[in-house]
């Protein structure tokens, strides 16, 4: 029986705007968890595989978990390598987001990697795939690229720098600006909102959106996320799945822990 795949991301940002997407990441490593995201309302998640305990039987969970959910699922993958990126697209994921991406050489590289010969190097394996149903999607080979969108993260000096030709890569649908990295590569670790790091990310927006793609980041601080909000992000993260289970479960603990109990009955 003939399947049909949902719209790639690229899709959603087109559909959407002027209105930006709100997502979070999903980083636990929990297909649960994930779902209970999925299910929240957000537009996106981002399923992380650089800097979250995810291999590829985790994220196929993940993916699988969300499946029947409104929000679209991204993965990132952990590296720029075709290997990773050619196993997570097979497990059905349409969207990726490779991080460090800090050259148009590294930009042509990533798309390479997503799309099949003649205009790329995916190896083919659809018949034993997610990504084409088992090959109940019809033309899953010829028409793979309308399936599948690809993001890079601009988060060093050197992808501020090269931003605008990084965007104007043919199949880069879109660029995702990470502060956290870019701020460690300015001197400023652990400070992604210092003026210098914000002013960094808002040059990076104007040289993507410049190049006419969509332009995302990452901002858990209401403030700076509505500061990159104003300056014409596409698509932005407001949070995380193990953040938001570390900060509920110390405010549990700083309201009952100690506590005498006698007043607990007030709780």
Known sequence: MPLRLKAPFRDALRDAAPRPLAGMW????SATA???CAGAGLDWL???????????ESVLAQLQAVACYPAVPLVRVPANDPVTIKQVLDLGAQ????????????ARAAVEAVRYPPRG????GSALARSARWNRVEDYLTEADAYTSLFVQVETVAGVEAAAGIAAVDGVDGVFVGPSDLAASMGHLGRQTHPDVTAAVLRAFDAIRGAGVPVGVNAFDPAVARTYLDAGASFVLVGADVAMLARGSEAL?????GVPDADRASY
């Open 95 to 106: 969207n990726l987001l490779v991080p460090m991406v800090s050259s148009v050489a590294e």
């Open 26 to 29: 999903v980083c636990s490593g």
């Open 34 to 36: 994930a779902e209970i």
């Open 253 to 257: 603990a700083a309201r009952f822990v």
């Open 121 to 124: 190097r995916r190896g083919v």
């Open 46 to 56: 981002l399923i992380d595989m650089e800097h979250g305990p995810n291999g590829l």
